[in-house]
């Protein structure tokens, strides 16, 4: 059975991730199962060129199937940033507290109409060391006021879904499921690797 490997160590992405394949049945594990795989430094000006950058060096590396997401936080605002540096918008090893407190100081005074934002995934997937496919999506929303509720991780506390006119933190996983940049990228993937995995 071909087993696909999962090149990230965030703990919470890959519980998403590993959620939004089950549906395959293939076996699935994440770069924490690999002891020595290379690291990757994400350097890549964009989503995609990170995500590609991933997912080619583990494939190299297993000689196998691999799945690499890259996303962040694109604020129009800020002229796109966090962007590819969402995790380390306030330093390197930032907490995800941290970087909320920073946007919400850089958006002080803005109204609700100029805190427009846009979540993006960018999934790369590789096999025997060559990129095979890959997929981007967005989810849009906007910056709140304050961080509100306690579910999912980095910004989502403070990525309100005006459908809702509340944070994905207070929406929790079920909805963020239905509308995710990652959601969105990852059926795209699935739907690929169904039918790449019939190949064999
Ligand atoms: P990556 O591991 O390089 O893809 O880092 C992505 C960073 O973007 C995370 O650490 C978060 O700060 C942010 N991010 C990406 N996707 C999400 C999401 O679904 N919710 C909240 N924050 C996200």
């Known amino acids: ?7 990230t160590r965030n703990e919470k992405k890959l519980r998403e991730l590993v959620r939004y394949l089950k549906p395959l049945g293939i076996k699935v594990s994440s770069l924490k199962d690999i002891e020595v795989a290379p690291r990757v430094i994400e350097d890549g000006a964009t ?9 080619l060096t583990i494939s190299k590396f297993t000689g196998g199937l691999v799945l690499a997401d890259d996303s962040g936080l694109v604020v129009d605002a800020l002229g796109g940033l ?19 407190i920073k946007l919400l100081n850089h958006l002080r005074n803005l109204p609700a109409a100029k805190r427009r934002a846009r979540f993006a995934c960018a999934a790369a ?12 999506e967005t989810c849009r ?16 506390p403070l ?9 994905f933190g207070e929406l929790g996983a079920r909805v963020k499921d239905r509308m995710s ?20």
């Open 47 to 55: 989503f995609k060129e990170n995500a590609e950058k991933k997912a």
């Open 1 to 7: 059975m071909k087993r696909l490997v999962i090149a």
């Open 181 to 200: 940049h990652r959601s969105k990228a990852l059926a795209k993937a699935r739907e690929f690797l169904k039918k790449y995995l019939r190949s064999f």
């Open 125 to 136: 997937i590789a096999d025997k060391g060559k990129i095979i496919k890959t997929i981007e």
């Open 159 to 167: 990525f309100v879904i005006p459908k809702y006119g509340k944070t």
């Open 141 to 156: 929303g906007r910056i709140g006021f304050e961080v509100r509720g306690r579910y999912g991780f980095g910004y989502d």
């Open 82 to 100: 966090p962007g590819v540096r969402s995790a380390r918008f306030a330093g390197d090893n930032a907490r995800d507290h941290e970087n909320n």
